[in-house]
Structures are given as C-alpha cells and as structure tokens.
C-alpha cells in the first residue's frame, strides 16, 4: 500500500520539481510539453512512464530532439538539479528522497504497479509546496493517490484537457478525485507553471505579505457563500489565490479583486480551492491500529443493544474517514455480538463533497487503501469503482455544517477532526478546540491530525496516545460557546439591489425586534439539524417540549413531549428531498386538554427540518383516549413498535449475511478476473508505449532516407553507384556529363560502357578501393579536355562489409562545398548503421555470433539476460563455457553445422545457465551458418526461450492421449463388428483374420503417432511390434542407422512390413521353425539422389513362389510405397527365399545425427 500522507512538517528546500506521469499515448503529450519548454528555467522535471521492462527504451532519444534541456536516465543517488530532465528506467521503480533519485527493480507483477504514484507521493513528501504534480494521457487510475499527496503537500497539480488526451483514463481519474488545480493542453501548462512561481507573471513580491489583499478577497468568498475564511492561515490562502490569478493569466491582485467582483463562478472556484478535499480510507495506519485496537474496544465496553453511540466526524470531506470508522465499528460489534445504536455525522461545509460522500462511490484506486477482507465486506464493486453497501451508509450521516458557525452536536462518544486545524489560525483553533469539548461527553475521545494539538491543555484533555494525537475529555463543565458571526460585510463595488443593501445596514436591535414580531405572528417552529439535534426553538414552541434539570439535552426526541413523540418520530422517518414538506396530526390529550394539532415538517438547504406545530378545530363526534389510559397506551404502543422494530433488524441483518455470504465467491472470482485484466492492462499499456516509440523512429527512418533522396538530387554532383562486381546500379544525371550513361546501362560493368575518361584506371581504383576499404580522391581528363576530381568511396553495408564503390565527380572548384556535402551523407549513412545496429541490440529475439572456433564474436542484450551475463563479457568467452549442463549438444550443433554447411532449425534444448544452475529452461534454437563470399566465418545462433511453450505442448499430449484412447475405442469397434461377421459367415473366417491383423497394426502404429503429437515415430518403435515381439529377436534381424518417420510414412510402411511379416508366416521363413528374416536399410549416396534403400531377406524357409506374394498382400505392398510415398517396390523370388527391396524418399525419413546404428544383434 502506498503511503501518501506521511508529509514534512519544514518547508522543504531546493527547486521546483515537476514530477510528469505519462502512459499509453503519453509520447504525443510529451513532445507537446517539451515544445513549449524554453531553452532555459528553473525547473527539474522528471518523467515517469509505463515502459516495457523485457526492452530498452527509445524515450530519452525521441525526446532529445524536441528540447535543449539535457535529458538524462535517472540513476541510483543522481541528484535533482534545476534545469534538467530525468527519465525513468524500464523494469524500474522511482522515488526522490532528500533531493536524490532511488530506483529499485520491480518485485511486484505487472497489474500492481503504480510507478507514477510511487513517484509523485515522494515527490509530495521530498517537496512540499515545491511539487508539481502532472497527469498525462494513460488508461487506467496510476497517479491520482500521488495528485491527492501533492496536493495536500500544498503542491501543484495539472491534469491535460480530456478532449485533448488520446487516452483519458489517468486524466479522468485524476480529476475525480477534486484534487487537479488546473485542467488544460499541455502546450499551455508550462506558462501557467511559470507564472505560479516566478513573480515577474504571479503575485508581487510585495503582496506576499499584504493581509488587506487577502482579507479584501475572502471578503467577496464569504458574501457570496456564507463562509468566514478569515481565520484561515494567510500563506494557505495566497497559495490557492496564486493559483487561480496564474490559471487567469493575471499580474496584479487588483485585477484579480475586479474579477471577482464581476464573476461568481470564479468565487465558487476559488472557495473549492481553499477547501483542501484531501482524504483517504484509513489515512495513517498508527493511528487506526490505535482506534481498533484501544479506542473502540473502550467506546463499545458496557454497551447495549439498547444504547446509542454518537461519532462526529467535522470535515469529512468526501466521506472516506467516517466510513473508515464505520467499518471498525461493525467489526467490533460483529465480535461483541453487541448491537447499539450507532449515529456517524459526517460535516463538511463543501457541499459536493457531501454529495459525493452521500452517494458512497469511490474509484477503483481505494483498493490500495482498503484492506482486502474489508473491501470485499463492506464494498460493491462496479466496473468504474467500488460502492460503499447499505449496511454501512445506515451508520452515517452527512450534513453541511461549520465547525465554528454552526452549533455543534452534543453528547458525543468520540470527534475525529484531523489535517483541518492545520489550515486555521491560532484563535480558530483554539475556537474549534472549545466546540469539540463541548461537544464531547465526560471522557469523550477526541482525535487530532498529526501536527495538531489541543490548545486548552491538560485540565480540559489528558493523553491518550501523544504519538497518534488521541486525547480524552476530561471531567468538568462543558467549555462555552460563541457561535455568534459579525454580518458578512459588504464589498466594495459589490453589485446590490435595495433589499440586499437594506438588510445589510440592519443594526442588532433591529434584529431583535423582528425576531420577536415573528415568534409573535407565526405558529410555533422548532429547526433541527439533521441529526436531530434542536438548534432553534420559537418562544409558541415551548408548549410542545419538555425541559429537565441539568446539563441543556439538545437530542429533539428526549425534548419533546411525550404525547406527541410518536407522531414526530414518523414524521421525521419519511425521507424527503430540499423543500418538500409532509404532514402528520395529532389527536389526543394536552395537558389535560383535547387538542387537534397539524405536525408540518419542511427540509431546508443544508440538511435541516423546519418543525410547524399547529392547532386546529378539534372535529366533532372525535373520541380520546382518557387522560389516565393515555400515557399506558402510549407506552404499550412504544413498546411493541420496539419489539417489532428490534425483530425486523434482526431479520433484516440475517437476509444481509446470508446475501454477503453467498456473495463472497462471486466477488473472489470477480477480483481474480479483475488482477488479470489488470495485468493485461499494464501490459497492453507497456507495449502502446513501445509501438509509440517504434513508430517515431520508422518516421524518423523514413524521413532520413527522404532527406537522403531529396540530398542527393539537391547536390547537382555527378554521382555513380557501382557494386562489388563494380557493375552499375544507379547514378545522377550530373554523372553523364563525364560517363555518357543511359538508363539501360544500369547492371553493365562499367568498363563496358563508351565513356570519356581512362576507364581502365577507372576500374584499377575501385578495385583498390574495394579492396583496401579506404577513400580515394583522384584527378581525371577527360577526353574533351575537361578537368575533374573523382572521389571514390567504399560503398559500406550492415555488418561492415563492402558492397561496392560510390563514385562522386565534381569541378575542382567546387571541391570544398562538395567536400562538406559529401561529409553529411556519410554521417547520414553512418547514423543509418547504428539505428539499425541498435535495433539488432535491442531485439526481443536472443541472437549471437560464433567464430568457426565457437567462441562468441557478437551477442545483443536478450541473450545476456537469458545466460545472465553482461554482454561485453561474453566476447570472447567460448560456446561450451557459456552454456553450462547444455554445452554438449550446443558445440554439437555447432559442429554440425560447420561440416555441413546447412543450417539446424527450430531445435530444443533443455538445461540451465551457468549462472542460474537450479533454473531448468527449454530454449528453441537456430543455427545458421554465416558466409563471405564461398567462405565460412561464423555460426549464427537464435534463442527463444520456449519454457511456457513446453508446458503447454504437455498439455496438448495429454489431450492427444486422450484422443488415443477414444480412436483405439473405435478401432475396439471395428474388430467387434469384424468379429461378428465372422459369426454370421464361417466361411470367412481368414479374411477375417487377416482384416483384424491389419487393423491391430494400424492402431500400433497410430498409438506411436499419438506420442509423438502425431508428427512422426522412430522407425524401430515400428518395426519391434511387428516382428522382433511377435517371431522373437533369435528369428528378426533389424540394421540400419536411427531414423525418424512422419506420420502419412509410418502408416504405410508399417503396413508394408506387416504383409511381408504375414507372408513369411503363410509362406515364407516364418513358417519353418529354424527360419528366419533380415531387414535392413541403409541411406543411398551415389551422387544422383540420397534416399533410403530397405531390403527385406528371408532364409530357412521354402523357395520363394511368386504365385503366393502376387496376391492382395503385394498389391497393398506396392500401393503403400508406390501410391503413398511415391517409392519403389521390387520383388525376387530365390531359391533362399523372398527377397523385397523398397525404396523411400528421403523426404518421409530423417536421419537422426549421431554415429550409433541400429542393430538388433547388439542392442
């Protein structure tokens, strides 16, 4: 989980750090950034992006080009410095601590990671208000914990315009968390940072300490909404004003006054902006392990059913604090089994925070807050976030309340008002720290931010925790209240109609008197606030409410009286929106009076009730209940309205647990599904971003050759491009001004074609040249008398080799200017070279370069990190040494492929690296030989480490397995069904034999395929069955060298040997005891074709008849070797017995490489 709020306390020191987080899409707002960033400032910028860890990053060079500030790869310890620009690593995390960089490899997968965050929370703590925190385009939510850091750092935060992010997943995130200080194009954002911190477009040096321009601003805030920010810190409130007069566009305060003088909407703005809305579920571990483990434990001892337990939460914010306590509480009485009443109220004066509490919807972000069992417990999630579930919201109540205007609640449990003093003056706090105590009951918990402290001291709170800021009430009179507020005064140059300019003039006395005229005029009324706390209480209203000695009880529900508390009860459960009224009548007896009374109840703006009570005409024929019958009435109907109530809960939370219970696998699976898509994201995002850069540089390519194109045609030099064969492949029009080349000479040797000079000597120096790889300037007449000097220049290829001469001719005049020209084209073709040198480095595919002495010439960077050696020590390091338990069959192949000249594809080997002896990987492998001309120089090697691939492929031969067994049961049916012909007709019972023979060997053979993925079969898997199991191995000679079958040749020939073997049985050698057969094969190498030659021997048997192998057994031979393997079958009846010989092509047979040969005598 990330940390984002432990945050210095000092004034952090050093520059203006902006810290810019980028994703998918985030290259294109990059370069916009960056093109807008002048030679020179004073800011350190680093760039965290979602990069690929498996690929070297082509960030730092594409961006190079579009700015002058250095741009660096941020390193272990580097310092930050003004001026620069630092990249993150791929595979990399990055953090600033103390003015440096940190980076850490990554121990977390893919869908975890949140870079951005990682960095911007640092930044918040390493920078304070010196931050700047920027979201750029991206999917996904990585950024918005690390905005919300900075911005309670009193940092900067700017978010790029959504119409304008090519993805708006990071920016939209970012925005809804109210955190983004500014919203626009990135090609405009660093005007607006600039001005924020340089005085020559912000504020005046000397308006840093102008109170009066500050006073004068929060003068129109609080006419315009009702809230005094007059105790609010100065340098808290000239940061926010800073920030809108930079997003303005303004340089003197002045002009900022006349704008919002003249503009309402920049008030509201502004006051969105002084209410720092920075909260968190469980913000400071320390503190909630107190809460859970002390604090709530001692709030719940004694407690029951029956109880109520009252929480007050001032400056809520959004919600995520009073939710985080309601949690704890509903674990706590789960454990206890103990179920009070419990009453949450949650304040704020922000009233679309509230709304956004109210509603309990939250981003997918606050799983990095909320812990897992809690998540899944309390939470619904949805595609877009997570929503708090209604048993939870019932705990809480929201409602727009000022902590020091409003009257506060009473009889509080417990207050938790933490990071909200900090933002207030000294006699603001100390104002707050008195309604906290009143507030609170005797030994009441109060909970305080980590830099704040009551003020009041000792006798009013003791230490409950000094380390976690949690302090108990002490016993002693509630402090007094002053809640009174001077009227808003009127500022100047305020637009105002008389009614408004009146009533601002009003004097107190005045005031008074209206007061009385109304509680004169009107019904009795009563305002309660939301928590059903009396707050005001005409002088008619009294009649209706019953008062005790004591400390003032402001709950309304033990005021009132109690013939009318049922009424009001229901009246005060129906919910109803901003100013919708109900009504509810009484009938019964007042004060030993019959009364008829009409409750009204209005909601008012902020969450209050208006209560009417009013008489009316009791109707005629109404029958009362007696005076002495009522208050048992009353009290019976209490009761059983309770039970009911107390059983309905009790249902109610059964149905609920039972719901969640079978929930619970759903929302496991779903989270699951959730992590994977996560990963894929990340994933997806990686290679966005690589696919980005890769498209940059092809442009850059493409641009390169056209520059190249557009160069050499812009030149006006004659120019000849000649190959190694010295015959021509292209030239300039210029060049026919001293050869006379047509467009049909192109593929001619040059010295074919008529020209004007010596081509002779031509010739001899493109030689020279070639052959020394050297340029040559040389001074040529030609035969018209015109003097030139021809510069010839080796016509350099990818791998240093030379592939021809470049021919350039120019008057010697203009040898200096052509001179510079050709020097840029070399460069050009130079820069061509190390671009496609780095992409051979940076391939994904591993690759290497062995000389013919298997020592490793050239390796790039995936290689390296499959055989974890760095590449510079691989040169020179021989093949065997680097592969470890593999270096056998690698310097074999190796060998193979140095005799035979041909290369070795696609072939597995399986073991592990030197450095990592444990790790067994199966790796695919190419071998390949490299040439020069007819000679051999090297061995070129490509590795895929195939390690997944293998599982997976055991997973298809289980299924292959599987498919086995089904065709064997088919083939089970066969013979079942042959089987039953035979009983049906005796007659056949030899075909039927015969028929069942055929098919056994049919299915031998497939069950061999099977194994093999049914690609091919060892050619002495096939003939074992057949012969040497069946006629013993003292009857069965079998030689020849190792070969592999394909599948289409293992069926035929294995049917080709089981007629033979069924003929010898019938006829031949098999019939004779002492008989016997050799089969033999052998690779045909008589310079005309390499196939394989088999012969099939039979002795110790009859003479060989023709007759009886010119049956269907030879016809199915021939159709077997001919027909389906396009071979040769020949038969020789001797007086031995029957000799067969068939030829196979070598395109159905592999030979193994190795030196063994089969034989069944010795194995």
Same mark, same amino acid.
């Given at each position: 989980?990330?940390?984002?709020?432990?945050?210095?306390?000092?004034?952090?020191?050093?520059?203006?750090?902006?810290?810019?987080?980028?994703?998918?899409?985030?290259?294109?707002?990059?370069?916009?950034?960056?093109?807008?960033? @002048?030679?020179?400032?004073?800011?350190?910028?680093?760039?965290?992006?979602?990069?690929?860890?498996?690929?070297?990053?082509?960030?730092?060079?594409?961006?190079? $080009?579009?700015?002058?500030? @250095?741009?660096?790869?941020?390193?272990?310890?580097?310092?930050?410095?003004?001026?620069?620009?630092?990249?993150?690593?791929?595979?990399?995390?990055?953090?600033?601590?103390?003015?440096?960089?940190?980076?850490?490899?990554?121990?977390?997968?893919?869908?975890?990671?949140?870079?951005?965050?990682?960095?911007?929370? *640092?930044?918040?703590?390493?920078?304070?208000?010196?931050?700047?925190?920027?979201?750029?385009?991206?999917?996904? +939510?990585?950024?918005?914990?690390?905005?919300?850091?900075?911005?309670?750092?009193?940092?900067?935060?700017?978010? /790029?315009?959504?119409?304008?992010?090519?993805?708006?997943?990071?920016?939209?995130?970012?925005?809804?968390?109210?955190?983004?200080?500014?919203?626009?194009?990135?090609?405009?954002?660093?005007?607006?940072?600039?001005?924020?911190?340089?005085?020559?477009?912000?504020?005046?040096?000397?308006?840093?300490?102008?109170?009066?321009?500050?006073?004068?601003?929060?003068?129109?805030?609080?006419?315009?909404?009702?809230?005094?920010?007059?105790?609010?810190?100065?340098?808290?409130?000239?940061?926010?004003?800073?920030?809108?007069? #930079?997003?303005?566009?303004?340089?003197?305060?002045?002009?900022?006054?006349?704008?919002?003088?003249?503009?309402?909407?920049?008030? *509201?703005?502004?006051? $969105?902006?002084?209410?720092?809305?920075?909260?968190?579920?469980?913000?400071?571990? *320390?503190?909630?392990?107190?809460?859970?483990?002390?604090?709530?434990?001692?709030?719940?001892?004694?407690?029951?059913?029956?109880?109520?337990?009252?929480?007050?939460?001032?400056?809520?914010?959004?919600?995520?604090?009073?939710?985080?306590?309601?949690?704890?509480?509903?674990?706590?009485?789960?454990?206890?089994?103990?179920?009070?009443?419990?009453?949450?109220?949650?304040?704020?004066?922000? =009233?679309?925070?509230?709304?956004?509490?109210?509603?309990?919807?939250?981003?997918?972000?606050?799983?990095?807050?909320?812990?897992?069992?809690?998540?899944?417990?309390?939470?619904?999630?949805? +595609?877009?976030?997570?929503?708090?579930?209604?048993?939870?919201?019932?705990?809480?109540?929201?409602?727009?309340? +000022?902590?020091?205007?409003?009257?506060?609640?009473?009889?509080?449990?417990?207050?938790?008002?933490?990071?909200?003093?900090?933002?207030?003056?000294?006699?603001?706090?100390?104002?707050?720290?008195?309604?906290?105590?009143?507030?609170?009951?005797?030994?009441?918990?109060?909970?305080?931010?980590?830099?704040?402290?009551?003020?009041?001291?000792?006798?009013?709170?003791?230490?409950?925790?000094?380390?976690?800021?949690?302090?108990?009430?002490?016993?002693?009179?509630?402090?007094?209240?002053?809640?009174?507020?001077?009227?808003?005064?009127?500022?100047?140059?305020?637009?105002?109609?008389?009614?408004?300019?009146?009533?601002?003039?009003?004097?107190?006395?005045?005031?008074?008197?209206?007061?009385?005229?109304?509680?004169?005029?009107?019904?009795?009324?009563?305002?309660?606030?939301?928590?059903?706390?009396?707050?005001?209480?005409?002088?008619?209203?009294?009649?209706?409410?019953?008062?005790?000695?004591?400390?003032?009880?402001?709950?309304?529900? $033990?005021?009132?009286?109690? =013939?009318?508390?049922?009424?009001?009860?229901?009246?005060?459960?129906? /919910?109803?929106?901003?100013?919708?009224?109900?009504?509810?009548?009484?009938?019964?007896?007042?004060?030993?009076?019959?009364?008829? &009374?009409?409750?009204?109840?209005?909601?008012?703006?902020?969450?209050?009730?208006?209560?009417?009570?009013?008489?009316?005409?009791?109707?005629?024929?109404?029958?009362?209940?007696?005076?002495?019958?009522?208050?048992?009435?009353?009290?019976?109907?209490?009761?059983?309205?309770?039970?009911?109530?107390?059983?309905?809960?009790?249902?109610?939370?059964?149905?609920?647990?039972?719901?969640?219970?079978?929930?619970?696998?759903?929302?496991?699976?779903?989270?699951?599904?959730?992590?994977?898509?996560?990963?894929?994201?990340?994933?997806?995002?990686?290679?966005?971003?690589?696919?980005?850069?890769?498209?940059?540089?092809?442009?850059?390519?493409?641009?390169?050759?056209?520059?190249?194109?557009?160069?050499?045609?812009?030149?006006?030099?004659?120019?000849?491009?000649?190959?190694?064969?010295?015959?021509?492949?292209?030239?300039?029009?210029?060049?026919?001004?001293?050869?006379?080349?047509?467009?049909?000479?192109?593929?001619?040797?040059?010295?074919?074609?008529?020209?004007?000079?010596?081509?002779?000597?031509?010739?001899?120096?493109?030689?020279?040249?070639?052959?020394?790889?050297?340029?040559?300037?040389?001074?040529?007449?030609?035969?018209?008398?015109?003097?030139?000097?021809?510069?010839?220049?080796?016509?350099?290829?990818?791998?240093?080799?030379?592939?021809?001469?470049?021919?350039?001719?120019?008057?010697?005049?203009?040898?200096?200017?052509?001179?510079?020209?050709?020097?840029?084209?070399?460069?050009?073709?130079?820069?061509?070279?190390?671009?496609?040198?780095?992409?051979?480095?940076?391939?994904?595919?591993?690759?290497?370069?062995?000389?013919?002495?298997?020592?490793?010439?050239?390796?790039?960077?995936?290689?390296?990190?499959?055989?974890?050696?760095?590449?510079?020590?691989?040169?020179?390091?021989?093949?065997?040494?680097? *592969?470890?338990?593999?270096?056998?069959?690698?310097?074999?192949?190796?060998?193979?492929?140095?005799?035979?000249? $041909?290369?070795?594809?696609?072939?597995?080997?399986?073991?592990?690296?030197?450095?990592?002896?444990?790790?067994?990987?199966?790796?695919?492998?190419?071998?390949?030989?490299?040439?020069?001309?007819?000679?051999?120089?090297?061995?070129? &090697?490509?590795?895929?480490?195939?390690?997944?691939?293998?599982?997976?492929?055991? =997973?298809?031969?289980?299924?292959?397995?599987?498919?086995?067994?089904?065709?064997?049961?088919?083939?089970?049916?066969?013979?079942?069904?042959?089987?039953?012909?035979?009983?049906?007709?005796?007659?056949?019972?030899?075909?039927?034999?015969?028929?069942?023979?055929?098919?056994?060997?049919?299915?031998?053979?497939?069950?061999?395929?099977?194994?093999?993925?049914?690609?091919?079969?060892?050619?002495?898997?096939?003939?074992?069955?057949?012969?040497?199991?069946?006629?013993?191995?003292?009857?069965?000679?079998?030689?020849?060298?190792?070969?592999?079958?394909?599948?289409?040749?293992?069926?035929?020939?294995?049917?080709?040997?089981?007629?033979?073997?069924?003929?010898?049985?019938?006829?031949?050698?098999?019939?004779?005891?002492?008989?016997?057969?050799?089969?033999?094969?052998?690779?045909?190498?008589?310079?005309? #074709?390499?196939?394989? &030659?088999?012969?099939?021997?039979?002795?110790?048997?009859?003479?060989?008849?023709? #007759?009886?192998?010119?049956?269907?057994?030879?016809?199915?031979?021939? +159709?077997?070797?001919?027909?389906?393997?396009?071979?040769?079958?020949?038969?020789?009846?001797?007086? #031995?017995?029957?000799?067969?010989?068939?030829?196979?092509?070598?395109?159905?047979?592999?030979?193994?490489?190795?030196?063994?040969?089969?034989?069944?005598?010795?194995?």
């Amino acid at each position: 989980m990330i940390d984002t709020f432990s945050l210095p306390i000092t004034p952090p020191k050093g520059p203006v750090v902006v810290g810019i987080g980028a994703s998918a899409g985030g290259l294109e707002a990059l370069q916009g950034f960056l093109d807008n960033l @002048p030679p020179s400032h004073s800011l350190a910028i680093v760039i965290v992006q979602h990069l690929d860890p498996d690929h070297d990053s082509l960030l730092g060079e594409l961006l190079t $080009k579009r700015t002058k500030t @250095p741009v660096k790869e941020a390193g272990n310890g580097m310092a930050v410095e003004s001026g620069n620009i630092y990249l993150i690593a791929p595979g990399q995390s990055l953090t600033i601590i103390d003015g440096k960089l940190h980076t850490e490899n990554y121990d977390l997968p893919r869908g975890r990671r949140r870079p951005i965050d990682a960095f911007l929370v *640092s930044l918040a703590q390493n920078s304070g208000e010196r931050a700047v925190g920027i979201i750029l385009s991206g999917t996904g +939510s990585d950024g918005s914990l690390g905005a919300r850091a900075i911005k309670e750092a009193g940092g900067l935060v700017f978010v /790029q315009a959504l119409s304008e992010a090519k993805y708006d997943g990071m920016p939209r995130s970012a925005i809804e968390t109210g955190v983004a200080d500014i919203v626009l194009p990135v090609a405009e954002m660093f005007a607006v940072l600039n001005d924020y911190f340089d005085c020559r477009g912000g504020i005046p040096e000397d308006a840093l300490t102008d109170r009066e321009f500050i006073s004068r601003a929060m003068r129109h805030v609080r006419y315009r909404t009702g809230h005094d920010f007059s105790g609010y810190k100065p340098g808290t409130l000239l940061r926010r004003i800073a920030v809108r007069m #930079s997003v303005l566009g303004l340089s003197h305060p002045n002009e900022y006054l006349k704008v919002l003088i003249n503009d309402p909407e920049e008030v *509201s703005r502004l006051f $969105k902006d002084v209410l720092i809305n920075v909260t968190s579920f469980f913000r400071d571990d *320390s503190v909630f392990d107190d809460l859970r483990n002390k604090v709530i434990p001692e709030l719940m001892e004694g407690r029951s059913n029956t109880d109520e337990l009252r929480i007050w939460v001032p400056g809520c914010s959004t919600g995520q604090e009073a939710y985080s306590i309601a949690m704890l509480l509903s674990e706590a009485m789960e454990r206890l089994d103990v179920w009070p009443r419990v009453m949450i109220f949650g304040t704020d004066i922000d =009233e679309d925070a509230l709304e956004t509490a109210r509603r309990g919807q939250y981003l997918n972000t606050i799983a990095d807050e909320v812990p897992a069992e809690y998540l899944h417990k309390y939470f619904k999630w949805r +595609s877009d976030g997570y929503t708090v579930n209604d048993r939870l919201r019932a705990m809480v109540r929201f409602s727009n309340q +000022s902590i020091v205007k409003d009257p506060p609640f009473s009889q509080i449990d417990m207050v938790t008002c933490r990071n909200v003093l900090i933002y207030f003056d000294k006699s603001l706090q100390e104002k707050a720290i008195r309604v906290f105590h009143y507030a609170l009951r005797e030994g009441g918990i109060l909970v305080l931010g980590t830099s704040e402290s009551p003020i009041n001291g000792p006798e009013a709170f003791a230490d409950l925790s000094r380390q976690n800021r949690i302090y108990r009430r002490q016993p002693g009179p509630a402090a007094r209240l002053d809640l009174s507020q001077t009227p808003a005064p009127e500022p100047e140059n305020e637009p105002q109609n008389a009614m408004h300019g009146a009533g601002n003039r009003q004097t107190k006395p005045a005031m008074a008197y209206a007061d009385q005229v109304i509680d004169l005029m009107s019904p009795a009324y009563i305002v309660v606030s939301n928590a059903r706390d009396l707050q005001y209480a005409s002088d008619p209203a009294t009649a209706y409410l019953k008062m005790k000695a004591g400390r003032p009880q402001l709950d309304l529900m $033990k005021l009132i009286r109690p =013939e009318l508390e049922n009424n009001l009860r229901r009246l005060l459960n129906r /919910q109803l929106g901003t100013g919708e009224t109900a009504d509810w009548d009484f009938t019964g007896v007042l004060d030993g009076t019959p009364r008829f &009374i009409r409750i009204t109840r209005q909601r008012m703006t902020g969450g209050q009730d208006l209560i009417l009570f009013q008489d009316q005409t009791l109707p005629e024929g109404t029958k009362l209940p007696s005076p002495e019958n009522l208050s048992e009435a009353t009290a019976k109907y209490v009761q059983d309205l309770e039970s009911e109530l107390d059983e309905a809960r009790l249902q109610i939370r059964s149905t609920v647990e039972e719901l969640e219970t079978s929930n619970e696998e759903l929302k496991s699976s779903n989270e699951e599904m959730m992590s994977m898509n996560e990963e894929l994201q990340s994933a997806n995002e990686e290679l966005t971003t690589t696919n980005d850069e890769l498209n940059n540089k092809i442009t850059e390519v493409r641009d390169a050759n056209t520059d190249l194109a557009n160069f050499i045609r812009s030149t006006k030099i004659g120019t000849v491009f000649l190959d190694a064969g010295l015959k021509l492949r292209s030239f300039t029009p210029e060049a026919c001004e001293v050869f006379r080349f047509q467009k049909n000479d192109i593929g001619r040797r040059i010295d074919d074609i008529a020209s004007d000079v010596d081509m002779e000597q031509i010739v001899t120096d493109c030689e020279r040249v070639m052959e020394s790889q050297e340029l040559l300037e040389k001074e040529y007449e030609t035969r018209r008398g015109k003097s030139f000097r021809a510069r010839f220049v080796p016509y350099a290829q990818s791998g240093h080799s030379v592939g021809g001469v470049v021919v350039s001719l120019f008057d010697v005049t203009e040898l200096r200017s052509l001179a510079r020209d050709a020097e840029e084209a070399r460069l050009i073709a130079a820069d061509r070279l190390e671009e496609i040198e780095g992409l051979y480095t940076a391939s994904p595919l591993a690759m290497a370069l062995l000389d013919t002495d298997l020592n490793y010439i050239r390796a790039n960077t995936r290689l390296s990190e499959i055989l974890g050696v760095p590449v510079e020590d691989m040169i020179g390091r021989s093949l065997g040494e680097m *592969s470890g338990g593999m270096s056998e069959i690698a310097r074999r192949l190796a060998q193979q492929v140095i005799e035979t000249g $041909k290369k070795v594809e696609n072939y597995q080997i399986r073991g592990a690296v030197p450095t990592r002896p444990d790790d067994n990987r199966v790796f695919e492998t190419d071998w390949y030989p490299v040439s020069q001309g007819d000679k051999l120089i090297g061995i070129g &090697i490509n590795v895929r480490d195939s390690t997944e691939l293998v599982q997976i492929q055991f =997973e298809l031969r289980r299924v292959m397995q599987e498919l086995q067994h089904r065709v064997k049961n088919m083939l089970a049916n066969v013979l079942a069904l042959v089987s039953r012909a035979k009983r049906d007709a005796t007659a056949d019972k030899a075909i039927f034999e015969a028929l069942s023979q055929r098919i056994q060997a049919l299915a031998q053979t497939h069950k061999l395929l099977t194994q093999s993925n049914w690609s091919s079969a060892k050619l002495q898997d096939i003939l074992r069955p057949e012969l040497v199991d069946v006629y013993g191995a003292e009857r069965v000679r079998l030689k020849g060298p190792d070969i592999v079958v394909n599948a289409r040749a293992a069926l035929s020939l294995g049917m080709a040997i089981h007629e033979l073997a069924t003929n010898a049985a019938k006829y031949g050698s098999f019939s004779k005891e002492d008989g016997q057969v050799s089969l033999s094969w052998v690779r045909q190498d008589d310079g005309e #074709s390499d196939d394989f &030659i088999f012969s099939w021997q039979e002795k110790g048997g009859p003479p060989a008849d023709q #007759s009886e192998v010119s049956g269907f057994g030879s016809q199915l031979i021939r +159709s077997t070797i001919e027909g389906s393997l396009d071979g040769k079958v020949e038969f020789f009846w001797e007086q #031995s017995g029957l000799r067969c010989v068939f030829t196979i092509p070598k395109d159905s047979l592999i030979e193994i490489p190795n030196d063994s040969v089969f034989d069944t005598y010795t194995s």
